[in-house]
């Protein structure tokens, strides 16, 4: 009789541990999946971020060329050099 009991018992406990494991795998494995998709969005991020860091490196380093100079003078600031004539489109 006592087998039964302790018999009865362990199964119970082990029933509750496999269900109890089972949950918390389940949780692990959204936990995993949402973890997965930050690092792509971030990976992402990276990639973008790598491109306009080379692009202000190319600026940096153009910054001395008289060209790109007269270029954000003219863009930038609006600065004409002698002699040039400017049209502003009043249309739009």
Do not use: W
Not at 12 to 21: A, C, E, G, H, K
Not at 53 to 73: C, K, Q
Request: hydrophobic share 40%; net charge negative; with cysteine.
């Amino acid at each position: 009789m006592k087998t039964t009991k302790a018999s009865l018992i362990t199964k119970s406990v082990i029933l509750i541990l496999i269900v109890y494991l089972s949950i918390t795998l389940l949780n692990i494995r959204g936990k995993i999946q949402t973890a997965s998709e930050n690092c792509s969005t971030i990976q992402a991020q990276v990639v973008a971020q790598t491109a306009k860091n080379a692009a202000v490196e190319e600026h940096i380093r153009n910054s001395d060329d008289p060209e790109t100079v007269l270029e954000i003078a003219k863009e930038k600031l609006g600065l004409v050099e002698e002699g040039e004539v400017v049209f502003h489109d009043t249309t739009n």
